[in-house]
């Protein structure tokens, strides 16, 4: 059965390591008859969340903020699976995919309980550190975010090693991306 997916894109660079995983993933995923949607959020007008607990009045435009976002709710919504694509920085994700993600919180107060809408997720990073320990805080925090929001991990990629535009080229994350992509 065809499944939705939405690639949230935190990289910077839209041309770079982790939209090479990106690329390698979706090309796997479409190979299954998924449909993938990419958003590339360097490109996008997405205002940090306010902490207002204004939202959810409205499940077409939840946020009371009206920027880019207005362009994910509705993908999001009809998502079976998210993928949180990023570079690490400092551990974490960019700040571009925070920013997107902490918004999505417009959407759980469209429910009284504050629940978040069920989803399976994936992370994809690139990353220039390639050690276990490098990791190992990014992995917990993804974890824990999932444990969290209710959702199920189908998979995370680390591409470590790989830090100038390029370096990814050749990297055998290239083709377990694609290989998760396709396992959908």
């Known amino acids: ?11 910077p660079r839209l041309n770079g390591n982790t939209k090479g995983l990106i690329e390698a993933f979706t090309k796997g995923a479409e190979s299954q008859g998924h449909n993938v949607k990419c958003f590339d959020l360097q490109t996008m007008n997405i205002r940090g969340c306010l902490g207002c607990f204004g939202g959810g009045k409205d499940k077409a435009s939840p946020c009371v903020q009206k920027d880019d976002m207005i362009k994910i709710y509705p993908e999001y919504a009809a998502a079976d ?44 990073m690139a990353s220039e550190g390639d050690s276990k320990s490098n990791a190992e805080p990014v992995i917990n925090y993804y974890e824990s975010l999932l444990k969290h929001m209710g959702w199920k991990d189908l998979g995370h990629i680390i591409a470590g090693g790989v830090m100038k535009i390029g370096d990814i080229k050749g990297h055998k994350a290239l083709a377990e991306a694609e290989k998760l992509g396709a396992s959908l």
């Open 81 to 124: 699976i998210v993928v949180l694509a990023s570079p690490m920085y400092y551990w974490g994700f960019s700040g571009q995919l925070k920013c997107a993600f902490d918004r999505l919180f417009a959407v759980a107060e469209c429910d009284k309980f504050y629940r978040n809408p069920k989803k399976d997720c994936i992370m994809l």
């Open 1 to 11: 059965m065809s499944k939705k997916i939405v690639i949230l894109n935190g990289s």
